[in-house]
Each structure stands twice: as C-alpha cells, then as structure tokens.
C-alpha cells in the first residue's frame, strides 16, 4: 500500500509542479478559460484524450469486454470515439458561426431565447458537477479495491491535487499537464497489453475463450447490440453538451481543430479496446476477479508481475485527475463566463481571473466533501446523466446547422425527452431510457420545426463576445 | 455469429499499434508545433 501511496503522491507533486509552471503567463479571465485560443495538435489532442479517457474507462472498457466479449471491447472503443470524431464536423461549424464564443453557453444563450438558455444552464451544471463527483467516487472506489489505499485518503489525495494545478493556471495548466498525462497512460498500454498477450499467446487466447465462454465471440449478441446502440446515445450526447469539449473546440487554432478531433476520436478507439483485450485472457485461462472492475489489473499482475500492476495504477491515476481537472475547469469556466458578469458587470479580466482561481478552489471542494459519503456508483450516476445528455443532442446539432431550427422547439424537444427518457429509464431500462431520449429529442426538433420554422440570422451568433471584452458578452 | 481467430487477433493488435501510433503522432506533432512555436 506504501509504495501505491508514494506512487500517487510523486506523480501528484509531479503534475502540480508543472501546472504552476505553465500559470507563469496567466494574467486574464479569457486565459483562464480558454488560454491563448491557438492551441496546436498537440496539447490539443492530448488534452482532449486525457480529458475523455477516464479512470472508469480504463476499468470499465476490460470490464465490458469481460461481460459482453467482443462486441462490448469493440463497443466501448467505438461509443466514446464516434462522438469526438463527430464533433469535429461541430467544432469547424462553431467556429463559422459564432467564432468569439467562448463556452457552450455562449451559443446556447445566443441562438435561442432566455428558457432555454436557463434551461440548459441549469442542467449542464448539474451533468458537469456530477461528471466531476463520479471522478471522485469511482476514483476512492478504484484506488481503494484496487490498490489499497482507503478511500477517504484516496479521494482526498486526488481532489486535492486537481484543485492545486488546475487553480494555477485554468486551461492552461489543465491543458499542458494532460500532455504529460495522456503520454504515461499511452506508454503503459503500449507497454502492458501485447507483452501480456504475447506471454499468453494469441492462438491460446481465442481457443481458451472458445473452449470456456464461445457466447463472448458472438457478433450479434444481444445483450452487446444494445449497448452499441445505447452507448452511441450517451458518448455522442455528453461530448456534444459537455462544456470541456466546447472549450477545446475553441481554445485549438482554427486549421488545426478538425485533424486534433479526429486524431483524438480515432486514438480513443484504440485505448479502450486495447485494455479491453486483456479481460478475455481472464476467461481463456478461468481468471476470476474478486470485483469485475478489477479484471484488467488483476491479469496484468498475474500475467505480468507486480512491475505491471504499478504501471497500471498510473494509467488508471493519470486518467482519473485528467477529467477531473478538464471538469473542474470547465465548471469555473462556463460560471466565469456565463454568470459571473451578470452580477459584477464592471469586474476587469485581471478580477475575473481571481473570482476563478477561488471558484476552482470552492467547486473542487465541494465536490470533495460530496464524493466522501459514497452513495452512488459510478457507472449508475454516468447513465443516470446521460439521459440529459440525450435530450440535448438534437437543439444542439439542429441549432448549429439549420436555419429553420425553432427555439420553441428546442425547449420542447429537451423537456419532452428528458421527461419520457427518465420514464422509460425507470419503467424498462436504463440503456432504453438514453435510446428513447435521442430519438425524442430528433422527432420533436424536426418535427416542430417544418411544422413552425424559423428563419434564424447567423449574424447574430457571429456578433458574441465582440462587443465587449468581459467573458459571457455582460455589457 | 462467431468471431473467427483471425479477425479477432487483428482486432486486439490493430488496438495496440493503433496506441502506439497515437502516442508517436502526438509527440512528433509536439517536437513540429515546438520548432514552429505553435504549441500555444
């Protein structure tokens, strides 16, 4: 457990350490969100894939292999890297349109009218602050199951590390930071996996799982479509509503953002799905996981020595402070920008950045305080949000390209769906609840819309944040 | 619809090396943008 605490504690000293060194040039609250706005492919992307792979992904991707074969390896890589690559379509679109924006709220609050910019304020800030406790609670949970360090010590240890260098600099450090971070995690699995599968060997695997578990290689498992087909709901829904995807679209250069959205779409496909691999040598040798989260470290340390398992638990560290520190960040972000102005219309980009600092401080205690009763799971939380997540896709993507796209019907489609998607969650299914949100939030958005179209003006998204230098355009 | 030992074998090596590769772009995209002054 000691040498699993110091691991934790270097990498954190670590990472503080150059979160504050890249704060050196931080002086506004525009930099704060969004740092220079000319971010390269690079840190971009890292920061993109550092921000998407969580710590859950690391565990739950051999997790659903383990329960769904193949078609939940393969799933699980595909669900969360369609939407990035598909954001990269919205993120050239968003700088058309409304190219000073800053934060999702800026395009919501321009493009439709005060319901539903309220609306969906409130409920991204809900999404976000859960995102960031279901960091804080899967990570306890992880680091204590797995690795041996309680919970209270654990979930202290990574809160208190976030808040320390995302405080520093805000994007900046959040962002420069990730680069670090995604380079260990991708060293470990490149590292890891094939010396595990080689050791095994790749004709023992598939004949080892044919042998013991044949229905883990069927391609038209049931149980595994659905997952396909719900898990595509959730990944596109919550990068198209999250704030952090929004703020990279913005902080990354212009001609670079659609390769650095492709480049970290399609490598997430990858990451997931390679840790996945390692979940069907525990069915092809009759491994059995005292918790099924714990299937990918438990056979890298059996197959691999203990060596294997301490590098595991920096992939898993690594990808856990990532998104909290991009959920962190984010939080601040759309409230500096989004309501902060509101209230102190006359504060300077230099106050601003403070009220930030102090925010980042104040939600990532929060968040703390609320992780440390543990009373939800992880995974029940993220599905529980994702059904929002769902009911925005639509006045979203509509909202962004078509005209026609009625603010009525924006309202509509994200009540209507979040109120029938939270019915069919509790009344059929979870999984079926997010399904049945997308599909109403496309049926009423269209609908609504040839029935009363509108007739919107770009100009007015293209005027945002130009008239004034504070953040969230207060005059 | 059973998987057969080829294509799940590619899968499982095509996830690797495609990690490996995400990790070589990203750097040397680092060391260009770096030369360019473009990082930020």
């Known amino acids: ?475 | 619809m059973l998987i057969d030992k080829g294509p799940f074998i590619f899968v499982a090596m095509l996830s690797v090396l495609g990690s490996a590769a995400l990790l070589i772009i990203l750097v040397l995209y680092f060391i260009y943008e770096f030369k360019q002054r473009e990082i930020w």
């Open chain 1, 1 to 475: 457990m000691l040498i699993n605490i110091m691991i934790i504690v270097g990498l954190g000293a670590l990472f503080i350490g150059i979160g504050w060194y890249l704060s050196g040039t931080v002086e506004t609250a525009d930099e704060y969100i969004l740092g220079t706005g000319r971010l390269g492919v690079a840190f971009g992307s890292a920061s993109l894939l550092a921000f998407w792979i969580t710590g859950n992904t690391t565990l739950a991707a051999p997790e659903s292999a383990y329960t769904m074969g193949i078609l939940g390896a393969v799933g699980y890589g595909l669900v969360g890297g369609m939407g990035v690559i598909l954001f990269a379509m919205l993120a050239r679109r968003i700088h058309e349109v409304i190219p000073h924006g800053r934060t999702v709220g800026d395009f919501y609050r321009a493009r439709y009218d005060d319901k539903n910019y309220y609306l969906f304020l409130v409920l991204l800030m809900v999404y976000v602050f859960g995102l960031l406790m279901t960091q804080g609670i899967g990570g306890g949970v992880i680091l204590e199951e797995i690795f041996e360090i309680p919970y209270t010590l654990a979930v202290v240890l990574t809160f208190s590390i976030v808040i320390l260098y995302t405080m520093a600099g805000g994007f900046r450090s959040v962002a420069g930071v990730a680069f670090f971070q995604i380079l260990l995690i991708l060293i470990a699995v490149a590292v890891i996996v094939p010396y595990v599968f080689f050791k095994v060997g790749p004709s023992n695997i598939y004949e080892g799982v044919l042998a013991n578990h044949p229905d883990k290689l069927d391609l038209l498992a049931p149980a595994g479509l659905l997952f396909l087909t719900a898990g595509t709901v959730m990944g596109i829904g919550e990068v198209f509503m999250d704030n952090t995807f929004w703020q990279r679209g913005y902080a990354i250069r212009r001609d670079r953002v659609t390769p650095a959205f492709i480049i970290s779409g399609i490598g997430w496909i990858f990451v997931p799905t390679a840790v996945g691999t390692l979940a069907f040598i525990a069915l092809a040798e009759g491994l059995e996981p005292a918790h099924i989260n714990q299937v990918a470290p438990m056979v890298a340390r059996q197959v691999a020595g203990p060596l294997a398992g301490y590098m595991f638990l920096v992939v898993v560290w690594s990808a856990l402070l990532s998104t909290a520190a991009g959920s962190l960040n984010a939080l601040t972000s759309l409230v500096l920008n989004d309501l902060i102005p509101r209230y102190k219309p006359k504060a300077t980009q230099v106050e601003l950045k403070r009220y930030g600092m102090w925010m980042t401080v104040i939600f990532g205690a929060i968040a703390l305080l609320l992780t440390l009763p543990r009373f939800l799971t992880m995974l029940e939380m993220l599905i529980f949000l994702a059904v929002i997540n769902g009911a925005f896709i639509f006045p979203i993507v509509f909202g962004l390209f078509w005209k026609r796209m009625n603010t009525n019907a924006a309202f509509t489609a994200a009540v209507v769906a979040t109120i029938v998607g939270y019915y069919v969650y509790y009344t059929v299914g979870s999984l079926q609840g997010l399904v049945a949100s997308g599909w109403i939030s496309f049926l009423v958005s269209i609908a609504y819309s040839w029935l009363q179209p509108a007739d919107f003006d770009w100009e007015i998204l293209r005027h945002v944040n130009i008239d004034t230098t504070t953040p969230g355009g207060a005059k």
